[in-house]
């Protein structure tokens, strides 16, 4: 696994860019969660995995899959492969795919042929053609996304309201529109149009995840040294886990992550740290459903 820098200019773009390679023995399968996050897109040098879609039959076969921004996990399994991958935060949305975030979240789907992917369909061949190494395929990634991006017309408040959203203080409604520097009501549109979903969902999530990031990054010791202090309580997290994950979370400590592990450190860079509780009970046994 490696991390790379985005470009300076698609700094507020994209979360990261990475490369991943995973050693199996041909034929040989492990299966993880993709978490609640922004838009992700995947490309895959071969042996794409496969992934369970909600409404659909599992997405197979595809070297480009693009996902839209989540308030679900996306299971998926996934053999020996390399794959180059990047999140997208609002402000990337906006300025590669352009199509409304709402219309496509909670979705994973073939980037190489649906047309609001369309403007990031040719990175697939830019991989494909690129010179051997990291280093050569990070390049043509980065040369591709600076020739095509188009930053919209919104680019500022997008900005702002990105910026202020991974303060781990940050709870209220009003707070968030007024520091994005718009009417409540105009926020509520502009997360609907570019972030996915309603500013109350935004918060929500980016709560969790950093909760979650930070539990994870701890050796899955304490799931109370990691829950954000803004939780009423403990069962008041629980409630909040089994609504973005679908599971408690005792139930998702003792699954393994093989994947997922390997993300969470820079996971945390981009979603921020929770908010450290005053007391921390001194029972660290993690919540029960």
Known sequence: MRFFDPPAALADC????????????????????LLPEWGNLRFFRSNPPVVDTADGPPLDGCRFQATGPSSRPVPFSIGATRVWGMGLLPLGWATYVGEPASALADTCLD??????????????TA????????????KAISDYLLKNAAMPREEHRIRAAQEAMV??????IPDFAERAGVSTRTLERLCLKWFGFTPNVVLRRQRLIR???AFMNEGNSSWSEA??????DQPHFVREFHYFMGMSPTEYAEQPHPIMDAFMGNRQQSWGKPAPSRDAPEDSAPPQA
């Open 14 to 33: 994209l979360s990261t860019i990475y490369r991943l390679e995973v050693d199996l023995p041909e034929g040989q399968t492990v299966s993880d969660l």
């Open 111 to 124: 980037g190489s042929t649906h047309p609001a992917y369309s403007r990031l369909s040719g990175l697939l």
């Open 127 to 138: 991989l494909d053609n690129a010179g051997p190494g990291d280093d050569q395929e990070f």
């Open 167 to 172: 303060d781990p203080y940050l709870l209220q």
């Open 211 to 213: 909760s979650l990031a």
């Open 227 to 232: 829950i954000d202090r803004h939780y009423h």
